[in-house]
């Protein structure tokens, strides 16, 4: 359980999936550029639950804060956050038009 203080520090903002790439030899990962108010790299396991396309300009939820992490080669700053709906992956994703960089409070 995480209590309210430490709640508070996390960097939780709308982004923008501006554009998706393979990643050599990796079956679940994808390269995305997403605008969160500036240009982010993000490494994502969700290969199998969404193509390149339907990624391609979907409004998404990020954890902006982490420490980057280097994944096959590629730097990761930061992390979409999901859900699992029985065996898929669904992102989570503002229901209107928010900008890209606002803050989830």
């Not at 550029?33 to 300009?57: M, N």
């Amino acid at each position: 359980m995480i209590d309210f203080k430490d709640w508070k520090k996390l960097d939780i903002r709308v982004g923008k999936i501006l554009n998706v790439e393979e990643i050599l030899n990796a079956d679940k990962l994808y390269k995305l550029e997403i605008d969160i108010g500036e240009k982010r790299t993000i490494v994502a396991g969700i290969k199998k639950d969404y193509s390149k396309e339907e990624l391609k300009g979907k409004s998404c939820v990020v954890l902006a804060n982490l420490q980057p992490k280097k994944l096959r080669g590629v730097e990761s700053r930061g992390m979409i956050l999901a859900a699992v709906d029985g065996e898929k992956v669904v992102l989570l994703s503002p229901e209107k038009k928010v900008r890209a960089g606002s803050k989830v409070e």
